[in-house]
């Protein structure tokens, strides 16, 4: 049977979600806690490529096994032999049909700036901090041009090269810029991302903020597809996968 | 002159505030990132001795300088001398009478539990897990039991052993049970705290809640000035130092 687990994680420690030889990743620390409570390997799946230093409050992985655990029981049993920064929070049977990547709908990020001149001991690792404090008229313009991202367009100017994707059209279902006393949450919620999509349209946002691309441009930028027109890719640490959505499950959530 | 710095902190890597022999402290934390700033060793005196593994979001402490470097240059100076566990988040000058442990009026603390079955990477450390949920009823013991404890009151059934305090009367302004999503947010507030007191407290409104004393007993159990008959001392990582008030500087903060 095949077993559905939702997960969250502090990226930090981790280089990404996936394998890679002699590195700590979130998949192999994963598939080391089902073997000391299965007795075996077992391959993992999961719903996103994340990189490096990203964080996740929802995830989502899978693996196939003979031996039927009761699901209530397989989180807390994951989560005693899972290091502190991994945790599963749910454990479900799903049918073999289901691909816990491809049968993504739509995922949601979230991007924390921690608007400061200080920074925060309690923040550390898990917001980017930007020194020169953000005025109402700055996030204005932020909000401004996050308008332009909305619909389904070609996203290939707000690509990192290194990525071998064909088809580089995404719908975004929102983007938002939101203020919670000295923290700036984007949330940006899309059918699918290219690589590095979400740190590209935050740099490019701040670097509306910060007078350098024009927030009325954005629509003309997004068109150009030239990632030199874009703004700089902000760091891996604000950057947290929020939400994953799946057909059948959109409503157990 | 003397300086009066306003830090906060993460306890989880510290054996408390005050300097101790072969182990890492808060106070020998900022006394080093004062000898690499103003190059000599300064003498640092700390609002409260927090224990190991306890958190503040706000603490003060000051030092003496003959050397005038502007305040408002100091916080960024010493941050990027201290680790990233610890933050000056602001410096002024005070008069030289001015003693920053003795002239406390108030001290607030709040102590963080998660009423969750399942661990939060994101809180690890910071918060003080309950693994059996404590539903509305179970939280409306607490906040009874709560009520006992406002007042001037001998809290010395509420002290751990190994103070040497002589009077161990205080004055609790209040004690709120907060329910903020899935965390319980104690918070006290009072113009002194024995030693554990807060954590004690803590422990004695979880033992309420699961039923090991009951809410209408709190009043004579304090009375009796016995450790024995209150309840067990909450671990330190669930617990905040959050306010410092002083007389002249309330209205600054």
Redesign the interface.
Known sequence: MKILLEL???GTNYAGFQVQPNKATVQSAIQDALERVYGERLPVKGCSRTDSGV?A?QYFATYDTARAIPTERI??AL?SALP???????ARIVPDSFHVRHDVLRKEYEYRLLNS??????L???VYRIPHILGEHEISLMQCAAKAFVGEHDFSGFMSAGSSVADTVRRVDWLDVIVDDNLIKIRVAANGFLYNMVRIIVGTLLDTAHGRIAADDMAAIIALCDRSRAGFTAPPEGLYLRRVEYGDFAAEQ
């Not at 001149?117 to 309690?122: A, G, K, M, S, V």
């Open positions: 969250s994680y502090i964080h409050l989180p807390l989560n502190a920064d991994i945790a599963v929070r749910s001149r200080i920074r925060d001991p309690f550390e690792g898990r």
